[in-house]
C-alpha cells in the first residue's frame, strides 16, 4: 500500500480504553442525574416523562431548562451580552440576536456567527453566554448568537431561514457595524446542521456578493448532518440515557420536519450529508469538526468530514474520548467533560485562520 495515498486515523481515540476514569465518572454522574436526580429525568418509563418536552410543551420545557428545573443546569446570562434585532425576510418581524464582544481589551479581528443547538426545539440565543464570552476573550472575535425560530412552533424551514437572514445581514453589515467582517459560522448538535446548511446556502446563491463569500472557518461541534440517521445513532445504546439517543432524535425530527417523507427528509437542502460538493470545490472554508465517542452523533462528524476533506476542504478532526454529546458546552472547570479540550480546538483553530 502505498502510505502517501493512505487516510490516517487515529484509531487509539475510539478504543475504550482511551476513555479516562474521570471521565467515566462524569458520564455516569451526568446519567444518574437524568435518570435519578431531583429535578426532572428524561430517561424515564413513557408514563413518568412529566417533564420531557413532548409531555409538557416545548414552550413550558423551555422556561423550565431557563429556571434549571431540568438536569441540565440553569442558564448563565451574562451583563456583557448585548440584545439586538435584525430584519427578517417575513413581513412584521424581527430576528432576535446576541453579542458578546472581548471583555479583555482585544481588539475584534472578526465575527463569528453562532448557531445554538437544542433538536431545532429548544434553547435560545442567550443560551451559550459563558462559553461565547470565552471564545470572543481567547480569539479576539465578537460573537453574533442568532435566535432562530423554533419548532414545533415554526418548523422547517423557518429556522434555516433565519440563519440564512443572519448570515447575509452580517455579510452586508458586520464591518460597518462592528468594525471587523464576518468570517466564522458555527455551533452545537442542530447548530452545526444549521451552519451547514448556512454555508452550503451561501455558496450557492444566486447574487454574486453572497456567492462570492468565504468564510475563514466553520465550528462544527457534534453536528447532525443526516436527518434520516447515520449507523451510530441506531447502534448508540447505553442502559441509561446519556443526554440524546435515537428516541429523543426521532421525537426531535418529528417537530421539525414534520410529515416528511424519508425521500424528503434526505434532500441536500435538509440533509447536508446528501449534497453534491464536487461542484463546490476549491470554494470550501476550512472547517473543525469534533465530537466524542460517547456521541450517538458520531458518525455524522466522521462522515461529514471526510466528505469534506474529499471534495478538496481543508477538515480539522477533534475527537474527544469519552466526551459525550454537548460536551462543549459544559464549563472548563468540570473534569472529565471533555469541555478543556474542545475549547483549546476551538482557540487554535480560530487563530491559525486569523494570524495569530
Known amino acids: 500500500m502505498d502510505a502517501h495515498n493512505a487516510v490516517i486515523l487515529e484509531a487509539s481515540k475510539f478504543h475504550p480504553a482511551a476513555i479516562s476514569e474521570e471521565t467515566k465518572a462524569f458520564n455516569q454522574k451526568l446519567m444518574d442525574i437524568m435518570a435519578h436526580g431531583p429535578k426532572c429525568g428524561l430517561s424515564l418509563a413513557p408514563d413518568q416523562l412529566p417533564y420531557q418536552p413532548q409531555q409538557v410543551g416545548a414552550k413550558r420545557y423551555r422556561e423550565m431548562r431557563a429556571a434549571g428545573e431540568t438536569p441540565l443546569p440553569k442558564a448563565v446570562y451574562l ?9 427578517s425576510r417575513d413581513a412584521g418581524r424581527t430576528i ?13 479581528k472578526s465575527v463569528f456567527l453562532h448557531i445554538h443547538g437544542g433538536g431545532w426545539v429548544l434553547q435560545d440565543e442567550k443560551s451559550q453566554d459563558p462559553a461565547l464570552q470565552e471564545i470572543a ?3 479576539g472575535m465578537l460573537c453574533f448568537s442568532v435566535g432562530y425560530r423554533l419548532a414545533p412552533e415554526d418548523p422547517y424551514p423557518a429556522g ?3 440563519c440564512f437572514d443572519a448570515a447575509e445581514w452580517l455579510i452586508d453589515n458586520a464591518e460597518s ?6 468570517g466564522f459560522v458555527g455551533g452545537e448538535s442542530a447548530g452545526g446542521h444549521l451552519s451547514m446548511l448556512v454555508t452550503l446556502h451561501l455558496l450557492q446563491h444566486q447574487h454574486p456578493k453572497y456567492a462570492d463569500f468565504r468564510f475563514k472557518g466553520l ?10 440517521w447515520t449507523p451510530h445513532v ?5 442502559p441509561q440515557i446519556l443526554v440524546l439517543d435515537r428516541d429523543l432524535m426521532d421525537h426531535y425530527i418529528d417537530v421539525f420536519l414534520p410529515g416528511m417523507s424519508h425521500e424528503e427528509k434526505r434532500h441536500p437542502s435538509i440533509s447536508p450529508l446528501y449534497a453534491n460538493l464536487e461542484p463546490l470545490r476549491g470554494k470550501l472554508p476550512p472547517a473543525l469538526f469534533t465530537c466524542g465517542t460517547e456521541d450517538c452523533l458520531l458518525d455524522d462528524t466522521m462522515f461529514m468530514s471526510m466528505k469534506w476533506s474529499m471534495a478538496g476542504g481543508e477538515s480539522v478532526v477533534k475527537i474527544v474520548p469519552g466526551a459525550p454529546h454537548g460536551y462543549i458546552m459544559f ?3 468540570i473534569k472529565g467533560s471533555g469541555a478543556e479540550e474542545g475549547m483549546k480546538a476551538v482557540e487554535d483553530f480560530v487563530l491559525s485562520k486569523l494570524g495569530g
Open 79 to 87: 451583563d456583557t451580552a448585548q440584545d439586538v434585532a435584525i430584519p
Open 96 to 108: 432576535p440576536c446576541r453579542i458578546l464582544r472581548p471583555q479583555n481589551g482585544k481588539a475584534v
Open 137 to 139: 476573550d481567547t480569539t
Open 160 to 162: 434555516p431561514h433565519d
Open 177 to 182: 457595524e462592528f468594525g471587523a467582517p464576518l
Open 219 to 228: 465550528l462544527l461541534h457534534f453536528g447532525c448532518y443526516s436527518m434520516i
Open 234 to 238: 441506531y447502534n448508540f445504546q447505553r
Open 331 to 333: 464549563p472548563k472547570s
